[in-house]
DNA sequence: GAGCCTCGAGATCT
DNA sequence: CTCGAGGCTC
């Protein structure tokens, strides 16, 4: 139920910068409309370097709050212009704690795609979100330039945060710090793993029977991207036999050479969980 | 029967 | 927030 205002009543305003607030539809909290505002500023840096997103030790709640008043910081991007010397200067910083924070910044700049995307703070981008957008885009710039319908053809994705995601990158402040991170060396596209720490890696999987979710060349791809390999035929290397409907001869054959299971829902499992 | 709305469950985000 | 179920309209 919307509220109806009388004629001089105000909305309520921002309490840091006085700004005008807005209540998205159906929400029962305020949020100040000025992205400008202190506290938003502050708030974002302070979600961009917390544990889960670029994970930057040395900067929290506290320093977050003097760099913004010292000027030495506008908006994330501009951590990683800091030079040491500049730190040092600050209140209770000394050379060394200047050079643990630039050494942690500088960390920071090879973080995993979806942290990336968790810590640029677009609203309704979690990190559950964030994790599933790592998966499907292999890089800030192929989100960025991405469409509101291929976003919602991605399960799980919605027209709110569709267009949460497009309107953030159409932003030109947020293209300009996607720019500057670029030109700073912070890592916008995924992670290169090494065939050996892939999560399937020196793995050997066959199929037998019917599987509902895909198609066996699907499945053999999902296992191939995973690092795993597969074989038509069960023998002493074969770590796992995916049995789905319908099984062959191969049951029997992994039956015999005490081969490990696996139906479709412990398959799907196993893929989940990457 | 396609299109649109509401509602509730279950997951996610603030 | 997303998504599917169920009810309504045309």
Same mark, same amino acid.
């Given at each position: ?68 008043? @010292? ?64 998966? #499907? &885009? ?52 995924? #992670? ?11 793995? #050997? &999987? ?58 479709? @829902? ?9």
């Amino acid at each position: 139920m919307e509220k109806i205002l009388d004629k001089d009543e105000k909305w309520p305003a921002c309490p840091v910068c006085g700004a005008e607030v807005v209540k998205p539809e159906g929400e029962i909290m305020y949020y100040c409309s000025n992205a400008a505002c202190p506290a938003q500023v502050q708030q974002r840096l302070e979600h961009f370097v917390s544990r889960g997103a670029m994970d930057i030790r040395g900067i929290g709640e506290s320093l977050s709050a003097i760099l913004l008043a @010292e000027g030495l910081v506008k908006d994330v991007a501009d951590l990683y212009y800091l030079k040491a010397e500049q730190l040092a200067q600050l209140e209770k910083m000394g050379d060394k704690s200047a050079d643990n924070v630039i050494t942690a910044i500088n960390n920071s700049k090879e973080r995993p795609l979806a942290r990336v995307i968790f810590a640029l703070g677009i609203r309704h981008i979690g990190a559950e979100t964030a994790e599933i957008l790592a998966t #499907e &885009f292999h890089s800030i710039d192929e989100l960025s330039n991405t469409s509101r319908e291929k976003l919602m053809s991605i399960p799980t994705i919605g027209p709110k945060i569709a267009d949460s995601i497009v309107t953030f990158f159409q932003q030109e402040v947020n293209r300009n710090i996607i720019k500057r991170l670029r030109e700073a060396g912070v890592r916008l596209e995924k #992670e290169v793993v090494k065939a050996e720490e892939l999560p399937l890696a020196g793995m #050997e &999987f066959v199929i037998t029977g019917h599987l509902e979710a895909f198609t066996r060349q699907e499945a053999g791809a999902r296992i191939k991207a995973l690092g795993g390999s597969t074989s038509s035929n069960v023998s002493r290397k074969t770590s796992y036999l995916i049995v789905g409907a319908d099984p062959g001869s191969k049951l029997a054959r992994a039956q015999a050479l005490g081969t490990k299971q696996l139906n479709e @829902e412990q398959f799907l499992e196993l893929l989940r969980q990457k």
